[in-house]
């Protein structure tokens, strides 16, 4: 399932993944597993943050907000419990990394939310885990129990006189629940309904408490950057944008797959090297680069470092590093209305641009799928989906509207050759002697 | 009717319980729900009233969530849930072609079942597959790179042992 390792990746976090048992606790400790932590223990919030910041690590879940900054924002003095919650919902279309991560290398990602609870003074921590998961959810369970049974979790973690719990949590089928306050709201036994914010987690999260709200990603990198030192993590991607990411690669290449590489690795030479080119040696038509929230970019847009400024450049997103490669043949409307049907589907239905606004859309992406559309639905289109923007009570909204307007922008040729397909269709015999 | 559960859905419930600080026991209930649907099948109107008293919640509370969550079925569906992910990475890759290939060789629709409550499909979203596209999930179990015929060999398979 898995691809094999390639010479152009660095791997800091998928290190460990092709070793015998890479799951388990011993071979996490025979590789420098839980070393991090020690060295966080000896370290005061202070250093540990500090480090965050030199390593330039942004979130991995989609934002890319400065992780050291974050969890600066945790308030020290408030005498309320503080939480760690680990947002494994992983459903954004087109990502397939964390799964990864938990199969191969459960403990690495127990070592980061340690790491964290040492950091803001939190005691209980919670990954989790979207339902369809179920696999990873017993992996990591088992992960859990050894790391308990050696120590590192439970009370007084090593002597350290650190006390930590920590649980999986199953969610049961809601992407909206990977928004990080509509996970909140379920964690707390809700449905997914998202937050008005401010107050955000770091504040105000779990049971109204200063939360720590992470991608698994984000927490797994935690370790290598205290490893290694913040500097040296921050030297291996471009200014700004520290270190590798996990980018998940699909669609019509040759060699799909999950690989590791520094920020700023070229797009270009991502899908004609490392991914080994398109399928069948067909041309590229063009790439959604951050999962299926970001804009599209056309073929000849697709040659940039890949770094968080570098993709905002583009006018599009890093997002969740899920790269969906399409070839020539792709057809746009098509995938521009399966991407509707997803935020109509997911929509929460909580704020009316947004329910009705995707609902509209996939109707009339329907219809000009189906060959029944009109001239004018093209601009529609274009038009409800920028009423969507910034209309929103959270990002889904922009989230649904945003993609959209790239495939109009930069396929508007194909949505009006639909029509004229559809319209010579739609001509009969009659009509084409009266046209004569 | 009162609800019993095997002695290992109940350990895994009261686990789930324990995991939670006192006074947001209401955690609980989507976790609970989902682990005992896994035993009964279907999420029924005795079990939202049980774990609503388990996690000290109304069982409003309870089934407002069960209507939220796609996961959690009211409905009882085959005793193999198929679901095939036709989003855009497994669109690309013709996961569409499986759908459609499936639905037509069962006869029956999304969430729907089979007559001999055999089998149950699902139309779902991206299920964390999509380097390895298309995916079709079966229960709780990935099937990568699916083709018509390794689909059609998995439906053979849940056949042949039923
Ligand atoms: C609709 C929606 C879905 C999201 N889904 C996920 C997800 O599945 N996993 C994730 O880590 N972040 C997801 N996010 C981003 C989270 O809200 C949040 O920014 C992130 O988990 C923070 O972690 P990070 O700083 O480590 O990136 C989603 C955001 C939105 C708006
Ligand atoms: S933008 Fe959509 S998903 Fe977000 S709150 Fe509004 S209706 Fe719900
Ligand atoms: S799109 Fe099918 S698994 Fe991601």
């Given at each position: 399932m898995f691809n094999e390792p390639h010479p152009d990746e660095v791997r800091i976090i998928s290190k460990r993944f092709g070793l015998p048992n890479s799951a388990s606790i011993d071979t996490y400790l025979a590789h420098e597993g839980y070393v991090a932590l020690m060295k966080a223990i000896e370290m005061s919030p202070e250093q540990i943050i500090d480090e965050l910041k030199l390593s330039n690590l942004r979130g991995r879940g989609g934002a890319g907000f400065p992780t050291g900054l974050k969890w600066s924002f945790i308030p020290r003095d408030n005498p309320k419990p503080k939480y760690v919650v680990v947002n494994a919902d992983e459903s954004e279309p087109g990502t397939c990394k964390d799964r990864l991560l938990i199969q191969n290398d459960p403990h690495q990602l127990i070592e980061g939310c340690i790491i964290a609870a040492r950091t803001i003074g939190c005691k209980k921590g919670y990954i989790y885990i979207r339902g369809e998961y179920r696999y990873l959810i017993d992996i990591m369970d088992k992960a859990l129990a050894e790391a308990y049974a050696h120590g590192y979790l439970g009370k007084n973690i090593k002597g350290s006189g650190l006390d930590f719990d920590l649980?999986?949590?199953?969610?049961?089928?809601?992407?909206?629940?990977?928004?990080?306050?509509?996970?909140?709201?379920?964690?707390?036994?809700?449905?997914?309904?998202?937050?008005?914010?401010?107050?955000?987690?770091?504040?105000?999260?779990?049971?109204?408490?200063?939360?720590?709200?992470?991608?698994?990603?984000?927490?797994?990198?935690?370790?290598?950057?205290?490893?290694?030192?913040?500097?040296?993590?921050?030297?291996?991607?471009?200014?700004?944008?520290?270190?590798?990411?996990?980018?998940?690669?699909?669609?019509?290449?040759?060699?799909?797959?999950?690989?590791?590489?520094?920020?700023?690795?070229?797009?270009?030479?991502?899908?004609?090297?490392?991914?080994?080119?398109?399928?069948?040696?067909?041309?590229?038509?063009?790439?959604?680069?951050?999962?299926?929230?970001?804009?599209?970019?056309?073929?000849?847009?697709?040659?940039?470092?890949?770094?968080?400024?570098?993709?905002?450049?583009?006018?599009?997103?890093?997002?969740?590093?899920?790269?969906?490669?399409?070839?020539?043949?792709?057809?746009?409307?098509?995938?521009?209305?399966?991407?509707?049907?997803?935020?109509?589907?997911?929509?929460?239905?909580?704020?009316?641009?947004?329910?009705?606004?995707?609902?509209?859309?996939?109707?009339?992406?329907?219809?000009?799928?189906?060959?029944?559309?009109?001239?004018?639905?093209?601009?529609?289109?274009?038009?409800?989906?920028?009423?969507?923007?910034?209309?929103?009570?959270?990002?889904?909204?922009?989230?649904?509207?945003?993609?959209?307007?790239?495939?109009?922008?930069?396929?508007?040729?194909?949505?009006?050759?639909?029509?004229?397909?559809?319209?010579?269709?739609?001509?009969?015999?009659?009509?084409?002697?009266?046209?004569? | 009717m009162s609800l019993t559960f095997t002695p290992e859905t109940e350990k895994i419930l009261q686990d789930i319980w324990s995991r939670y600080p006192e006074g947001r026991k209401r955690s609980a209930v989507i976790p609970m729900l989902m682990y005992a649907q896994d035993q009964l099948g279907v999420v029924t109107s005795e079990l939202v009233a049980e774990v609503a008293k388990r996690c000290e919640v109304s069982p409003l509370q309870v089934e407002e969530v069960v209507g939220y969550y796609s996961m959690l079925n009211k409905k009882r569906m085959g005793k193999h849930h198929v679901q095939v992910c036709t989003n855009i990475a497994c669109l690309l890759m013709g996961g569409e072609a499986l759908w459609h290939h499936a639905t037509k060789r069962l006869g029956i629709g999304h969430k729907e079942v089979t007559a001999d409550g055999l089998i149950s499909l699902e139309e779902v979203e991206c299920a964390g597959a999509c380097s390895w596209a298309p995916c079709v999930v079966d229960g709780y179990e990935y099937h990568h790179h699916v083709t018509i015929e390794k689909l059609d060999q998995l439906i053979d398979s849940i056949q042949k042992v039923h």
């Open positions: 649980y999986t949590h199953t969610g049961a089928g809601a992407y909206e629940c990977g928004e990080e306050s509509a996970l909140l709201e379920s964690l707390e036994g809700k449905r997914g309904v998202p937050r008005i914010r401010p107050p955000f987690p770091a504040v105000s999260g779990l049971y109204a408490s200063p939360t720590v709200l992470n991608n698994v990603e984000t927490f797994c990198t935690v370790p290598a950057v205290l490893r290694m030192g913040g500097q040296a993590y921050a030297d291996i991607g471009t200014p700004k944008n520290g270190g590798t990411r996990m980018l998940c690669v699909s669609g019509h290449v040759n060699r799909p797959g999950v690989y590791e590489v520094p920020l700023g690795f070229p797009m270009q030479k991502m899908i004609y090297e490392t991914c080994g080119g398109i399928l069948n040696g067909k041309k590229l038509k063009g790439v959604i680069p951050g999962g299926s929230s970001s804009p599209v970019l056309k073929a000849d847009e697709c040659d940039f470092p890949m770094d968080y400024d570098n993709y905002a450049r583009m006018k599009t997103m890093a997002g969740s590093g899920g790269m969906m490669v399409m070839d020539e043949d792709t057809d746009i409307v098509k995938v521009a209305l399966r991407t509707m049907r997803f935020y109509a589907h997911e929509s929460c239905g909580w704020c009316i641009p947004c329910r009705e606004g995707t609902s509209w859309l996939r109707k009339i992406l329907t219809r000009m799928d189906e060959g029944t559309g009109r001239r004018a639905d093209i601009d529609l289109i274009h038009e409800l989906a920028k009423n969507m923007l910034g209309r929103t009570f959270c990002p889904l909204g922009d989230a649904a509207a945003m993609p959209t307007i790239g495939f109009i922008e930069k396929f508007r040729e194909e949505f009006e050759a639909r029509l004229r397909e559809t319209t010579m269709l739609a001509t009969t015999p009659d009509q084409l002697i009266s046209i004569n | -």
